[in-house]
């Protein structure tokens, strides 16, 4: 069952043109971070080959390409979570899912599968990007791989809370708002700390999403997104619940 939800939301995603759009446009913005990442590299190599131990072009354009996506993604994820409930209640369809025979669990991991889903397609384009350059030069793979896992697990922080704020109202706007009010007071929590030891850095998703832009894979921060996202998607559970007991 959580297949076929996880399919419908997909299917539904794919046919709003409002979608093909956003997936244009974020494309776009992508494409000419990476070629204007790339000339600034070409400019400098001439400088950077006198430098001992010199960054190679994966490790100068793969983590500003990741880091930027992760910051698009912070603002882009809300506006996509919004509609997985809130919208579902607005247009008064949710309360056919309450009623058939599917869990919350089927439900709320369907909606989540489903957008990850959407959203993995999205991001599969940044190594794509990377690997055009692989025919001239020698690329760090393991880099590559680490900023696309940590790019995945941070993404699944994003849609976990904003569904849950999705399950809170029946306002779409109000939980894109929300869920995005919340994931940058988060952001800014990190940066605000005055200390490198602070606790306030522990909080934040892309804060633990650092390790692995810088080609680190710490079981500390994969943990941190397993239990962020599991916690959120148990409190969307809850609230499902709730809505089938006292309506």
């Known amino acids: 069952m959580i297949r076929l939800i996880a399919m419908r939301e997909l299917r539904s995603l794919l046919v709003i043109p409002s979608t093909w759009f956003v997936f244009a446009v974020l494309q776009f913005i992508f494409a000419w971070f990476f070629l204007n990442a790339l000339e600034s590299f070409l400019d400098f190599q001439p400088q950077m080959t006198q430098i001992a131990n010199a960054p190679g072009v994966t490790h100068v354009i793969t983590a500003p390409l990741f880091n930027m996506a992760a910051l698009l993604l912070m603002m882009l994820v809300p506006m996509f979570t919004m509609r997985l409930i809130a919208e579902e209640r607005r247009n008064q369809t949710f309360a056919l899912l309450l009623s058939s025979p599917l869990s919350s669990l089927n439900i709320v991991l369907g909606k989540f599968v489903g957008l990850l889903l959407?959203?993995?397609?999205?991001?599969?384009?940044?190594?794509?990007?990377?690997?055009?350059?692989?025919?001239?030069?020698?690329?760090?793979?393991?880099l590559i791989f680490s900023n696309c896992l940590g790019l995945i697990l941070l993404t699944t922080t994003y849609v976990s809370l904003g569904l849950y704020i999705s399950a809170l109202t029946t306002q779409p706007v109000i939980a894109a708002i929300g869920a995005m009010a919340v994931l940058v007071g988060l952001w800014l929590v990190d940066l605000g700390a005055s200390t490198p030891d602070s606790p306030w850095h522990h909080v934040s998703p892309l804060h633990h999403f650092q390790s692995f832009n810088n080609g680190l894979l710490d079981s500390r921060d994969i943990i941190f997104f397993f239990v962020f996202s599991t916690i959120f998607l148990l409190l969307a559970m809850r609230r499902i619940d709730n809505n089938r007991r006292y309506g």
């Open 118 to 142: 959407f959203l993995i397609l999205l991001m599969s384009t940044l190594p794509l990007m990377l690997y055009t350059l692989a025919p001239g030069t020698q690329l760090d793979h393991g």
